[in-house]
């Protein structure tokens, strides 16, 4: 636990929160600014400051509680969609640095688009990929 950690604090009850789940290795609760109703994050109750650093059965946890409270929470706000986001990093949008997964349910005409991409220059995608394997 990080003493200065919001989610931590949550986690120890210091600061309440709406939960949606909660087990031995993970809480999830609603998201006090939420994108759509419904706006749940995920989070483990050991502190990792990213993704990168949780380690992987903590992951594989998660990942089968997204699968386990998802179809609750979509028909709660009778949502048939959602979004996973999961920012690592300020620069990716990351504020609380302890990792945690937004489950956000969607509808129609909610407002949020999707990331707009781009074609790779003529070239610039066989550059990178050699850089991506020359680093894994």
């Known amino acids: 636990m990080n003493n200065e ?9 210091e600061i309440p929160s709406y939960k949606v789940y909660e087990d031995d290795k993970v809480l999830a609760f609603l998201d ?13 109750k050991e502190h990792y400051e990213n993704t990168l650093e949780t380690p992987v059965e903590i992951l594989q946890h ?17 949502a048939d969609s959602w979004n996973l986001g999961v920012n690592n990093g300020a620069t ?3 504020v609380v640095f302890h990792t945690h997964w937004h489950i956000m349910p969607r509808f129609a005409n909610d407002g949020h688009g ?23």
């Open 92 to 94: 990716a949008g990351q």
């Open 5 to 13: 950690c919001i989610f931590c604090k949550i986690i120890k009850g």
């Open 32 to 44: 006090i600014s939420p994108v759509n109703p419904g706006h749940t994050l995920l989070i483990p």
């Open 62 to 78: 998660m990942t089968e509680v997204v699968k386990k409270i998802v179809p609750g929470i979509l028909k709660a706000v009778d």
């Open 114 to 136: 999707l990331w707009k991409g781009k074609e790779y220059e003529e070239g610039k995608a066989e550059k990178i990929i050699n850089k991506i394997k020359a680093n894994l």
